[in-house]
């Protein structure tokens, strides 16, 4: 089992940058994708960006692309996602989540393939 938690959200303006950490525990982090996802009041959880196991693939929402970066670093049982360019609709609740299956090759967008989720930290983009 694994366990996460999320870092590194604040107020940033618009253009600016923010570096997203989720730190978890748990032996087998290693073994497992991993995604981000936002949430605004009143609308459903939508993916952001997911990396494989191994940090080899990486797969992100169209709207992000070219803006938004995901990593992960093993050895510290972290995953990134560095934003750039940020934009007012970019402001959200950020989840970082564990991929229910062990060492899939092909990262999925879909929210129900997650099964352990942090708190979430906000982002807040000003115009």
């Known amino acids: 089992q694994v366990q996460v938690v999320e870092s590194g959200g604040g107020l940033v303006q618009a253009g600016g940058s923010l570096r997203l950490s989720c730190a978890a525990s748990g032996r087998t982090f290693g073994m497992y994708a991993m995604g981000w996802f936002r949430q605004t009041p009143g609308l459903a959880r939508e993916f952001v960006a997911a990396i494989n196991w191994s940090g080899g693939s990486t797969y992100y929402a169209d709207d992000v692309k070219g803006r938004f970066t995901i990593s992960r670093d093993n050895a510290k049982k972290t995953v990134y996602l560095q934003m750039n360019s940020l934009k007012p609709e970019d402001a959200a609740v950020y989840y970082c989540?564990?991929?229910?299956?062990?060492?899939?090759?092909?990262?999925?967008?879909?929210?129900?393939?997650?099964?352990?989720w942090g708190p979430g930290t906000q982002v807040t983009v000003s115009s």
């Open positions: 989540a564990v991929d229910r299956t062990v060492y899939r090759v092909a990262v999925s967008p879909d929210v129900s393939e997650y099964g352990y």
